[in-house]
């Protein structure tokens, strides 16, 4: 197939771009900067293009001849209003230059985030109940998506991924933006108390496994379908904590705040068991993490 992954000099998009193009497939990485990351272009199957989420012009140039697009990109805007515009317009204008392209499937990356407030054991079909900005746009694209599925008949699976962590898949490629990773094991070495939040945690995903969801929705044949993109078991912060200091062979102690999170919440991963075979653990690919970090300067 030939794929159009935009967002794909991100840390998520790269993950996908390397992992359907070692799959066999024409893959065309996408984004404001192709030549960010020029290790990306010289992976086998992989060719480098112009596609900005706010520039229209761009869309149908990197769109022509695609069998796919995988929508990773992020549109961001400071407000509700101007969120609304960079991110669920422009997604939704995308998906329809995608379908006038002859484009025959579009995958789109949601995230946890649209679901907002967890209840517990939250599954794919519960109620959206997003509690910032970009939960609401990520929400508000997915209701869309099930539209033009449904008007189009081109068929559109979400990915809700969760907290996603890796390394750099390539050299000079993106990681995750979130600095707590990196917070915990500068303090480990310099000896200095970690501050965290007590009961703070997730179902942590290595992003490596995250482009096994995208590889199994390729050829996934329903016309909709969201799925959950995590790993099975909880693990807090505490805990990653704990990996920082046994791998560095130093204790610190650990300092916590209480905001008053309960017990674990987690999400029902039954969706991508049932229909791929998929389950992940993340407690080896957290320590080996902790190691990377922790090696950095």
């Known amino acids: 197939m030939k794929i159009v992954i935009t967002g794909a000099t991100g840390f998520i998009g790269s993950y996908v771009a390397v992992r359907l193009a070692r799959a066999g497939h024409e893959v065309v990485a996408t984004g404001r900067n ?5 290790a990306l272009g010289a992976v086998p199957g992989i060719t480098l293009a112009r596609l900005e989420l706010g520039d229209p012009k761009s869309w149908a140039p990197a769109l022509a001849g695609a069998d796919v697009l995988v929508h990773v990109a992020l549109g961001w805007g400071e407000g509700g209003l101007l969120m609304l515009q960079a991110d669920t317009a422009a997604s939704v204008g995308l998906f329809e230059a995608a379908h006038a392209a002859g484009v025959r499937r579009i995958i789109y990356t949601s995230s946890t985030a649209a679901v907002g407030e967890q209840r517990g054991d939250d599954r794919e079909d519960c109620s959206l109940r997003p509690t910032d900005y970009y939960g609401a746009t990520k929400a508000s694209t997915e209701m869309f998506a099930r539209a033009f599925a449904r008007t189009t008949k081109v068929p559109v699976h979400v990915i809700r991924p969760g907290y996603i962590f890796g390394e750099p898949v390539v050299e000079g490629a993106s990681v995750y933006s979130d600095k707590r990773f990196r917070n915990i094991c500068h303090a480990i070495r310099d000896g200095q108390p ?3 939040i007590q009961n703070d945690g997730t179902q942590f ?9 995208y590889e199994a929705l390729l050829t996934h044949e329903v016309g909709f379908s969201t799925h959950f993109a995590l790993a099975k078991d909880w693990c807090s912060w505490a805990d990653i904590a704990r990996m920082a200091m046994a791998e560095h062979g130093r204790e610190v102690p650990i300092e916590f705040e209480d905001r008053g999170y309960g017990p674990a919440l987690l999400y029902d991963l039954s969706a991508i068991e049932r229909d791929f075979g998929l389950v992940f653990p993340s407690r080896e690919q957290l320590r080996a993490h902790v190691r990377w970090v922790l090696a950095q300067p």
């Open 34 to 38: 192709p030549r960010k990351v020029p």
């Open 194 to 196: 970690v501050r965290l």
């Open 205 to 213: 995903l290595h992003a490596s496994n995250l482009a096994k969801v």
